[in-house]
């Protein structure tokens, strides 16, 4: 289904008639790699989770999706979080993401033969994930008439196994986040930043440089106001102790919107002065 702003507004403000037509959607990317995804079970939350919000769609890869079926990802517990705290508000969550992705993968220019030259099979598979978010985009909002509030980014697991990515990925973080503010027509998108936290040896791989990876993470809301760099330490994990189980990404979710919500409120408070 291709989703308009008028479509938006026919088909989340049809039972909420109270509601003004003429506010656009609150429209936010989730992207990353596997633990935005999602790892989590659809069948194991509990039925405070399962019924979705009457104001809340997602779009997945360009489609939209029942909201708690199958592989769950943040978007749940995040739904319902943002769903409460403006439940006069459309709220559209366009996610992508690509498990075992690198930030090379998701960069604006594809460096193909990086990519080759460090062996990285999953981006090998996957190809441009950055192209493919745009196209899946414009095929959800064909009339060009939706830009996106937030990007929440879930990533860096596969960047903390290699050397010279770790060192880059502050820099690749940026330019992605640069390139979807230009690319989208929204300079002002504000940017949730969940940090990686792998151990340094799993039962699946090592990630020797995660700190370097979480250090990025964490010095790009010095150098760009309208990002914030959440904690993901605590939330329980599957046996791999990789991937968030379905316990920990519901937590995951409630992080993002305690986040997002703030960096939205002082959007609301400047146009009110």
């Known amino acids: 289904m291709k989703l308009t702003l008028a479509l938006l507004t026919a088909l989340l403000l049809a039972p909420l008639a109270h509601l003004h037509a003429a506010e656009p959607p609150l429209v936010l990317i989730l992207s990353g790699q596997s633990n935005m995804a ?22 997945h890869w360009g489609r939209t999706q029942a909201l708690a079926k199958g592989s769950i990802g943040p978007e749940v517990t995040l739904a319902h979080a943002l ?16 498990g075992g992705t690198s930030q090379l993968a998701w960069q604006r ?14 981006d090998q598979r996957v190809g ?22 937030a990007l929440l980014w879930m990533q860096g697991e596969s960047d903390a196994r290699v050397s010279e990515l770790a060192k880059d990925y502050e820099q690749h973080l940026a330019r992605l986040m640069a390139a979807l503010r230009r690319d989208l027509g929204a300079p002002q ?62 937590g995951l979710g409630l992080r993002f919107a305690e986040a997002l919500l703030p960096l939205l409120a002082k959007d609301t408070r400047g146009q009110r002065q």
């Not at 790892?39 to 919000?53: F, I, M, Q």
């Not at 220019?109 to 999953?122: C, F, G, V, W």
């Not at 370097?212 to 309208?226: F, S």
């Open 128 to 149: 441009h994930a950055y192209a493919q978010l745009i196209a899946a985009w414009k095929k959800a909002f064909p009339a060009g008439d939706i830009k996106p509030a």
């Open 83 to 98: 769903a409460r705290a403006m439940p006069g508000r459309q709220i559209v969550l366009f996610k992508a993401a690509h």
């Open 189 to 250: 998108m504000k940017a949730v930043i969940a940090e990686i936290n792998p151990a340094k040896v799993t039962p699946v791989s090592p990630f020797p440089f995660v700190d370097e990876v979480r250090a990025a993470q964490r010095a790009i809301p010095g150098k760009d106001p309208l990002a914030v760099c959440i904690s993901t330490d605590g939330l329980t994990k599957a046996q791999d102790q990789v991937h968030y189980d379905t316990a920990g990404l519901q």
């Open 109 to 122: 220019e594809l460096d193909q033969a990086r990519i080759d030259r460090l062996k990285l099979s999953h």
């Open 38 to 59: 999602g790892y989590g079970k659809a069948g194991e939350l509990s039925d405070k989770w399962r019924t979705p919000p009457p104001n809340v769609t997602l779009i």
